[in-house]
C-alpha cells in the first residue's frame, strides 16, 4: 500500500505544502512580500498560470558554516547563504550582502525578486542572491577577508561564470568581489573574471558600475516625472540610504537640477528646504563617518524623515521602511525604489489609493544588474567598452523597459509593480513551459 492509498495518512501530497518546512508560516520573513506579489499578478498569467508554483519555490538553497580565524586568535563561525531562486532564462544572478540581520528569508525573497529583475529588463539571467549574518563594521579588513575567501569557497559548489555569477550588495564592494574571484580562481585553477560583477576596473569590471543602480533609478524616476507632468528641474528629492545607490542617486538628480532636500543614513538624518549638496554630504560622510552635523543642514528626528516635504522620495536602504504607519504621511508624488523590498504590499495599496506613483525596485534599480551584464560579456570578450559606450546603453534600456512597463500600466489600469511583475512573470514561465520539465 503507498502512502497515499493510506486512510490513516491525511497528510497533504507530496509537493502539495504550501509553505516549505524551513520558513516558519507565523513569521515568514521578507519571502512573504514576493509570495504576496506572486499572488497578485497571477490573474494575469493566464495558462501560464499552470506554472505559477514555479515562482513561490527557490530552486535550489545552500546554507553554509563560515569559520575563521578572528584576529585574537579565536575562531568565530558565521551563518552564509547563497540561493537560485530560479534559472529558466540563463545563469543566477544576484549581489552578497553582508549584514547581522540576513535571514534564508530574506536571501530567498532578494534572490526571487533577481528573477523579476532580470526578466522585467531582459537580460539572459535567473536571479540568485547570498549574504552573511555578520557585522561588517565590527571586523577588520583582514577578517572580513578570510570571511570572503572561506564563504567564497563553500558556495564555489554551485557558482561559476555560467551558473550563478555574484555582485556586490549592502556592505559588499569592489574589494569584496576582487577577493572572491581571486578565490574562485584559485579554486579552479585559473583566473575567471567572469565569475563576480561589481569588480574593480583593473581586474576585469567594467567603467560606469559604480554608479549604474543610481544612474538606473535617475533615468526611471525622471522618465516617470515627464509621464506626470512634473518638472525634473527644482523637484525637491528625499532620499533614504546614502550607500552607493542613494550617493549615486542623489548625485545625478542633484546634477539634473533637481533639489536634495533630505538624506537619511544609518547614523541619522539631515534637512535643508534650501537643498543639500550630496558632493559635500558625500565628502563630509567620508570625513567624519556620519551624515549628520552637515554644514547648512538641520538635523531631524528618524521618523520624521516620511514627514519631509518634497516630490520625489527614494528609499535606498533596505527593505520594509514604508510601512501603513508611514505610507499616508508621505508627501512625495513620486517614489523611486533604489533599495529591495522597501515598500511592504499594504503600504504600496494605500500610497496607490493616494495617487501615489511608486517606481518599483525590479525596474528601478535594474541599472546596476544591467552594467554587470555588461561587465560579464566584456569579460568573455576580454573587449572593454567606454564608459559613454557603458551609459548609452545603460540610459536605453532603462528609458525603453520603462517606456514598454509603463504602456502595459496604462493598458491594464494596474500598478506599474503589477506591470512589471506581469511582464517579467510572463517572461519567466515562458521560458519554464518551453523548456518543459525534466526528466
Ligand atoms: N549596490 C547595487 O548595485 C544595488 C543594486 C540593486 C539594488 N540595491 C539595493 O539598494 C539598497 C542599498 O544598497 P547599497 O549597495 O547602496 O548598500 P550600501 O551598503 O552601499 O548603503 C546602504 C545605505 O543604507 C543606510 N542604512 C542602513 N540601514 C539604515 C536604516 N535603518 N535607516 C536608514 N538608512 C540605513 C546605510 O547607512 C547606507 O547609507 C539595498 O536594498 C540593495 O539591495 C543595490
Excluded at 519555490?57 to 558565521?78: C, E, Q, S, W, Y
Excluded at 529558466?88 to 528569508?105: F, I, N
Excluded at 583582514?142 to 561559476?160: H, K, M, N, P, V
Excluded at 569592489?174 to 577577493?179: L, S
Aim: proline share 5%.
Amino acid at each position: 500500500m503507498t502512502a497515499t492509498q493510506d486512510p490513516q495518512n491525511t497528510a497533504p501530497r507530496a509537493g502539495q505544502h504550501n509553505l516549505p518546512s524551513y520558513l516558519d508560516p507565523n513569521n515568514i520573513g521578507p519571502y512573504e512580500i514576493f509570495l504576496e506579489q506572486v499572488e497578485r499578478v497571477t490573474p494575469y498569467l493566464g495558462k501560464l498560470a499552470y506554472w505559477v508554483e514555479t515562482l513561490k519555490r527557490p530552486k535550489r538553497i545552500l546554507v553554509v558554516d563560515v569559520p575563521i580565524h578572528l584576529d585574537d586568535g579565536t575562531v568565530a563561525h558565521f551563518e552564509g547563504y547563497r540561493v537560485q531562486h530560479n534559472t529558466s532564462r540563463g545563469p543566477a544572478k544576484g549581489g552578497v550582502r553582508y549584514h547581522q540581520d540576513v535571514t534564508l528569508s530574506e536571501v530567498m525573497a532578494l534572490s526571487a525578486w533577481m528573477t523579476v529583475k532580470n526578466a522585467a529588463v531582459n537580460l539572459p539571467y535567473g536571479g540568485g542572491k547570498g549574504g552573511i549574518r555578520i557585522d561588517p563594521r565590527k571586523y577588520s579588513v583582514g577578517e572580513l577577508e578570510r570571511l570572503t575567501r572561506r564563504y567564497t569557497t563553500e558556495i564555489g559548489l554551485i557558482i561559476g561564470p555560467d551558473k550563478d555569477i555574484p555582485a556586490p550588495d549592502v556592505n559588499t564592494n569592489p574589494q569584496t568581489m576582487a577577493w572572491m574571484m581571486d578565490t574562485y580562481s584559485m579554486n579552479v585553477g585559473r583566473t575567471a573574471t567572469g565569475v563576480v560583477t561589481g569588480k574593480p576596473v583593473s581586474l576585469g569590471g567594467s567603467l560606469g558600475r559604480g554608479d549604474a543602480t543610481g544612474r538606473g533609478v535617475f533615468v526611471t524616476g525622471a522618465e516617470a516625472l515627464k509621464k506626470m507632468g512634473l518638472p525634473l528641474e527644482g523637484a525637491r528629492v528625499a532620499v533614504q540610504g546614502f550607500g552607493n545607490v542613494g550617493n549615486a542617486a542623489a548625485r545625478i538628480f542633484h546634477d539634473h537640477g533637481a533639489k536634495i532636500v533630505a538624506i537619511q543614513d544609518v547614523t541619522g538624518t539631515v534637512y535643508s528646504s534650501a537643498g543639500i549638496d550630496p558632493y559635500k554630504a558625500a565628502e563630509h560622510l567620508g570625513r567624519t563617518g556620519r551624515i549628520t552635523d552637515l554644514e547648512g543642514t538641520e538635523a531631524i528626528a528618524r521618523d520624521s524623515f516620511w514627514d519631509v516635504d518634497c516630490d520625489v522620495l527614494i528609499p535606498a536602504a533596505l527593505e520594509k521602511q514604508i510601512t501603513l504607519d508611514n505610507a499616508s504621511r508621505i508627501k512625495a508624488k513620486l517614489i523611486v525604489e533604489g533599495a529591495n523590498g522597501p515598500t511592504i504590499p499594504a503600504a504600496d495599496d494605500l500610497l496607490a489609493e493616494r495617487g501615489v506613483v511608486v517606481v518599483p525596485d525590479v525596474l528601478a534599480n535594474a541599472g546596476g544588474v544591467t552594467v554587470s551584464y555588461f561587465e560579464w560579456v566584456q569579460d568573455f570578450s576580454s573587449f572593454f567598452w567606454t564608459e559613454d559606450e557603458i551609459n548609452n546603453r545603460l540610459d536605453r534600456i532603462m528609458r525603453e523597459a520603462f517606456l514598454s512597463l509603463w504602456d502595459v500600466k496604462e493598458r491594464h489600469g494596474v500598478t506599474l509593480r503589477t506591470a512589471v511583475y506581469i511582464v517579467a512573470c510572463t517572461r519567466v514561465l515562458e521560458a519554464r513551459a518551453l523548456r518543459g520539465l525534466y526528466p
